[in-house]
Structures are given as structure tokens and as C-alpha cells.
């Protein structure tokens, strides 16, 4: 899987290749080759305070520097770490009073489907009880596909009819979940962000009846993110925070010719916490989120 999460930043880290290939080989880094080098790590996807921050540096070591294409891409590294360091957060179980309540927001198409059954194959793994709310209740195939995860995994869900009151099954799981010992309760939500106030009004009403149950419920609200749809990521986390507050995100798709990149660029706008990437379609392909190894998988 390694070599997997590497192609999903090959891309941003080939452009970055490309991108500073040619500004290199003069005695001084002046100004104008600076500007070069900054607007080159912009336009591989690493966002404008990235850029800034790695300017800056070579700005204060330009005279002992010698800068050569390996100690950008090192410059690079280090400086993409940190930016990625303090968002680094997996998904704690912790709640109490039990069951922990994640609801899992995100477009249609972006892997939440996969994503819900991957973290449910993770919980269990360390021992937790997990239950499934198939909350999509818009979408008769996520009802369908949810169901089938959680026959092969072996987690009990809660689900209706399509077309159904996503609020009540969310009740019921809580209900259910309390009474049987559960630790996780993950939601599966609809992600039509095509009807923005339906979708936010079907989420006030999950947060009205988790509140009723629980004050601190949902605990987590887990914004799904297809790293293939590049620089989309950053405008649906934006849209996703106004309508159904994100406390974190889970990106997917890593492992295909993803710009992984927007990665960096979200982590810097938005500062919120990245529990864990999406390597693969299998429901072990779910990866702790490694800043360092990132880093260097995108410095190349
Ligand atoms: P949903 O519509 O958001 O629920 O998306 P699904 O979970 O149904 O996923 C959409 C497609 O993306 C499916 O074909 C999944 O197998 C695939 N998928 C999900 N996560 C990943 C991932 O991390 N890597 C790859 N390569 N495919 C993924």
C-alpha cells in the first residue's frame, strides 16, 4: 500500500519536478527566482502559505544555501510536515456516555460508503462494538451498498426505506445502540449538495434528535473527500463547514492518480484535524494519516 499512497502524490510531486526543473543553476537566489520558486510550489497544488513558508526559509539560508533541486524538495518536505503535523488526529473513541456518534458527510461518489465500512473494520479491530446507520435515505443503492458491508464485515445496521425519515433511524441507532453496549455509532448521511438547504435541513433535524438523546452527540462529524477532484476538495470542505460543521476529514482515493497535494492546501486553510486516508477499495485500505511520510511522498 505504501507504493499505493505514493501515486496518489506522484502527480503534485511530478508537477512540483517540473514546475522547479530550470530555476536552478544561477550563484544567487535573488528575488525574481524566489517569486519562481514560490509560484512554482502554488501551482502544484501545496497552497500559498506553503509556498510562503518554504520562500521564506530560502530566503534565510540563501547565502550558505547552494540550492540544488534535492534541497528544495527537502526544504519542501520539512515545511509540508509541519503544516500536516498538528492535523494529524485518528478517530479516538472516547465518549461517554456510550455510543460515540460519527456522522459522515460528503458527496455522493467520494468513497463514504467505503469509508463507513473501513472505519468500522478498524473500531472493530480494536475491539469496540460498532453499529451502522444506513442515513442516506435518499439513495436506495446506499441503503443497498451499506447493507452489504455490513453483512461482510459482521456489524449490526440500522436502515429504512428509501425515502425514509433519516432522523428517526438516527434515534433508533442511538436507542438500540445504548441498549446493547455499543461503543461507535457511524452515520451514514445523503450528500446532496445539490439541494443545499434540504441537505441542511435533514441534518439540523439528526442534530435536534442526537441532542435530545445525547447533548454531546454527534461527537465527530467526518467530511469524506475524494482526492482526485484536485482543488473541488477545498471548495466542499468549504460548503460541507457551513451546512454541517466539520470537526475533521477523511480523504480517499490516495492510491490513484490523485493531485494529493490539496491535501497540504486544505490542512493550511482550514486547520482541521485529518483522521485517516483512503488507499484502496478493500475495507483494510484505510491508512493512519502520516504527515512525514506524506511530506516526502509529495517533495518526491
Ligand atoms: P459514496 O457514493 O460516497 O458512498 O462512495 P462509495 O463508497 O460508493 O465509493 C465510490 C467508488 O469509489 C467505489 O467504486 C469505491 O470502491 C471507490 N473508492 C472508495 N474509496 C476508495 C479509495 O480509497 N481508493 C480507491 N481507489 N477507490 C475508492
Known sequence: ?????????????????????????KAALDEATLDAIEEALIASDLGPATAARVRDRLAEE???????????????AQEVAKILSPVAKPLEIEAFPRPQVILVIGVN????????????????????????????????????????????????????????????????????????GIDVLIVDTAGRLQNKAGLMDELAKIRRVLGR?????????????DATTGQNALSQ???FKEVAGVTGLVMTKLD?????????????????????????????????????????????
Open 213 to 225: 438523546l445525547n447533548p454531546a452527540a454527534p461527537h465527530d462529524v467526518v467530511l469524506v473527500l
Open 62 to 76: 540563501r547565502f550558505e544555501l547552494g540550492l540544488d533541486e534535492p534541497r528544495l524538495r527537502e526544504i519542501v
Open 237 to 239: 470542505i468549504e460548503v
Open 256 to 300: 490513484g492518480t490523485a493531485r494529493g497535494g490539496v491535501l497540504v492546501a486544505a490542512a493550511e486553510k482550514y486547520g482541521l484535524p485529518i483522521h485517516a486516508i483512503g488507499v484502496g477499495e478493500a475495507v483494510d485500505d484505510l491508512r493512519p494519516f502520516d504527515p512525514s511520510e506524506v511530506a516526502r511522498a509529495i517533495a518526491g
Open 1 to 25: 500500500w505504501h507504493e499505493r499512497l505514493l501515486g496518489g502524490f506522484r502527480r503534485t510531486s511530478d508537477r512540483l519536478g517540473e514546475n522547479i526543473s530550470g530555476l536552478f543553476g
Open 109 to 180: 461518489g467520494s468513497g463514504k460508503t467505503t469509508t463507513i465500512a473501513k472505519l468500522a473494520h478498524l473500531f472493530q479491530e480494536q475491539d469496540y462494538g460498532v453499529m451502522l446507520v444506513a442515513g442516506d435515505t435518499f439513495r436506495a443503492a446506499a441503503i443497498g451498498q451499506l447493507k452489504v458491508w455490513a453483512d461482510r464485515i459482521g456489524v449490526p445496521i440500522i436502515s429504512g426505506k428509501e425515502g425514509g425519515d433519516a432522523a428517526s433511524l438516527v434515534f433508533e441507532g442511538v436507542k438500540r445502540g445504548t441498549a446493547e
